[in-house]
């Protein structure tokens, strides 16, 4: 019988001050081809009130993704609770793939056990739950069809967080790639009405739960971006009446100013190692792509160029940056490599392109594409060159790509208000993460943080 | 010095203003002043009175104000070419600061809400570039103007109309 793996995590929720969701996801186009799953509602084995639901997390979690598609309750053929509980043949014919169930039981004051087992379905019908297998020259009796099955203590606060935690484990169990579902977003809120503090920089779960204030400013706050380690955000603040940038650590709240050149000080990104920042200056007379290492202050020119160069972006190597240049007229994206200095221009359609980034390591990037006068969001790669538009909305801005390169979080318009969008990176599964106050713009995601 | 219009036009318009001033003392209700008139006529002894000189302070702070309201120059999508249209507000306030060579001024660079916000920083800078030589050109001392490119961050007009973004892609003269 194969060892079950307890774990006894300490989910530590960094932020659980905020109950209430300043952000809900409305899904504006559905996926036709993404792979069946369940996530049965798990059940409560204590008395009092059911504490809140940790399924509906992981549902839509992996609606998110464009890669499942969770059943509806009521097309669920019985609500099982274990392994021992289902019945294989009637989830078979219900072209369900995999399945999660899972208890919640009370432990001490305030704290629970949750369990969940995560089924292969299609596995379990052909073994009936206990498949024979060989293992040291013997035939033993396994049960291969629980790709997953864990217990954890948490507390009250920590369910969507554990939530996530599972929606991981689902992921990385079916797709074989590590799941984003913990990690978070940063984005800048613009309150036009605030007559005082207009400008707030904003920590979210990467859904928009749990958002946070990290720090208000009178004036405007731009292009966030975190560290490679996920305890620290670089932006642009124009606190002192011109634009600066600043380092921020999210937890210890300590600030720095690290570049106060005369004229631009924008777009600030951090590289791949932590050590050192892409930037973009004018003090030299004109937009132009620096890097800055942090340690030694020692800043580097990567373009010398008239026109404008800006948007600077890491290769995850740390040895190429893409950027964002209108030496060819319009601003199209073009990359650097740092050793060489050597640049090419990497996209060709459309009347511009600007604001690219790697999707991790495919070989591909994702940009804002103009034609024909409308702003989308594109993906393209980069020695083929084929694009493909992603979203269809106006005015489509700021594309931030999830550290697994599964999603894209970006600006867009809904109502004459800006909102954040996702799309998986397909470009099949959008959805719309508004708020009740405001306009948000510059999303960010971070790395992983767990 | 060559004067143009706007501060001929004030060098007629300030002795107005303080006559005005002085016209009204106590109130500037019709009611009261024919009261006001009435009494002074049936008295035996009549008042005049007498147009009080400006400060050159106070005659700087009036042209300041006139040039304060005509201050923004708008430009065409994705370019930073100053339009002959604000040829003469801009050759206002090179007079201005060419007299008054003690002061400064802030000359913000706007874009509207297409594009990324980091494209249009570079922009907005590249039109308050525009107008700050505009104004050396006219004979302004380099050292009186600052430049600062607020992008697409301070937008006049949220209505994403092209209206609105006419309105949004602008440099502002700040004193």
């Known amino acids: 019988m194969k060892l079950l793996p307890k774990i006894l995590c300490l989910c530590s929720a960094l932020y659980s001050i905020s109950s209430h969701a300043a952000l809900d996801i409305v899904i504006t186009e559905g996926v036709d081809s993404a792979r069946k799953v369940a996530v049965v509602p798990f059940k409560w084995l204590g008395t009092g009130p059911r504490p809140a639901s940790i399924t509906n997390v992981i549902s ?90 864990r217990e954890t203590v948490i507390s009250a606060k920590e369910f969507r967080q554990y939530g996530h935690r599972i929606s991981d484990v689902v992921y990385e169990k079916l797709t074989g790639e590590r799941g984003a579902f913990r990690t978070k977003i940063a984005y800048v809120l613009v309150d036009r009405n605030n007559p005082t503090y207009k400008y707030r920089l904003m920590i979210a779960d990467f859904d928009g739960h749990n958002e946070t204030e990290i720090l208000r400013s009178k004036e405007p706050l731009m292009s966030p ?14 606190e002192n ?20 050149y005369r004229g631009i000080n924008s777009a600030p990104r951090f590289s791949p190692d932590g050590k050192s920042l892409a930037l973009v200056l004018s003090k030299d007379g004109n ?25 600077p972006s890491w290769s995850p190597d740390g040895k190429k940056l893409l950027f964002t240049s209108e030496r060819g007229g319009k601003p199209q994206i073009y990359q650097v490599n740092l050793v060489s200095k050597r640049i090419t221009r990497v ?23 103009r034609t024909r006068g409308k702003y989308h969001i594109a993906k393209q790669d980069i020695k083929f060159g084929n694009v493909q538009v992603l979203t269809k909305t106006r005015l489509d801005e700021s594309p931030s790509v999830a550290p697994n390169g599964s999603m894209i979080i970006y600006g867009t318009m809904h109502r004459g208000r800006q909102v954040l969008g996702l799309v998986s990176i397909d470009g099949r599964f959008k959805a719309r993460l508004p708020v009740s106050e405001g306009e948000v713009k510059a999303p960010a995601w971070s790395p992983f943080i767990f | ?14 002795p107005m203003f303080a006559l005005a001033a002085c016209g009204s003392t106590s109130t500037a209700d019709a009611d009261s ?5 009435s009494a002074t006529q049936n008295d035996t002894v009549v008042t005049a009175p007498v147009v009080k000189e400006l400060t050159p302070a106070e005659k700087q702070r009036l042209v300041l104000q006139e040039l304060q309201k005509e201050h923004i120059i708008y430009f065409d999508f994705d370019t930073a070419t100053v339009s002959n249209t604000f040829a003469t507000l801009l050759d206002a306030h090179a007079a201005y600061l060419r007299v008054n060579a003690g002061t400064t001024i802030l000359v913000e660079g706007h874009a509207d809400e297409r594009g ?20 050396e050109g006219l004979g302004v001392n380099g050292s009186q103007i600052e430049t600062v490119s607020y992008g697409e961050e301070k937008p006049l007009d949220n209505s994403r109309s092209e209206a609105g973004f006419a309105t949004n892609r602008r440099a502002v003269l700040v004193y």
């Open chain 1, 60 to 149: 839509s979690d992996l609606r998110f993704s464009g890669r499942f598609s969770p059943t509806a309750l009521f097309s669920m053929p019985q609500n099982p609770s274990t392994d021992s509980e289902i019945d294989y043949a009637a989830w078979g014919a219900t072209q369900i793939e995999a399945i999660v169930v899972g208890t919640i039981k009370p432990y001490t004051q305030g704290r629970y056990i949750v369990g969940f087992e995560l089924i292969d379905v299609l596995r379990a019908q052909v073994t009936n739950g206990s498949a024979k297998v060989l293992s040291g020259g013997k035939l033993i009796t396994s049960n291969d069809h629980i790709l997953d099955s």
């Open chain 1, 287 to 311: 937009p132009d792509i620096y890097t800055l290492h942090l340690a030694t202050k020692r800043l580097v020119r990567v373009t010398r160029n008239r026109a404008i160069d800006t948007e």
């Open chain 1, 241 to 260: 009446r011109r634009q600066q940038i600043f380092i921020q650590d999210i937890y210890t709240q300590k600030r720095e100013k690290v570049s106060s």
């Open chain 1, 225 to 238: 971006s975190w560290s490679p380690d996920g305890t620290k955000l670089v932006y642009a603040s124009f």
């Open chain 1, 347 to 369: 996209t060709f359609d459309g009347e511009m392109n600007l604001g690219a980034s790697y999707i991790g390591k495919n070989g591909q990037i994702v940009v804002v594409n």
């Open chain 2, 33 to 37: 002043q024919e009261t006001n008139q």
């Open chain 2, 116 to 135: 990324t916000p980091e494209y249009n920083i570079a922009l907005g800078e590249r039109r308050a570039k525009a107008v700050s030589r505009y104004l």
């Open chain 2, 1 to 14: 010095m060559r004067l143009n219009k706007v501060v001929k036009s004030l060098a007629v318009a300030i």
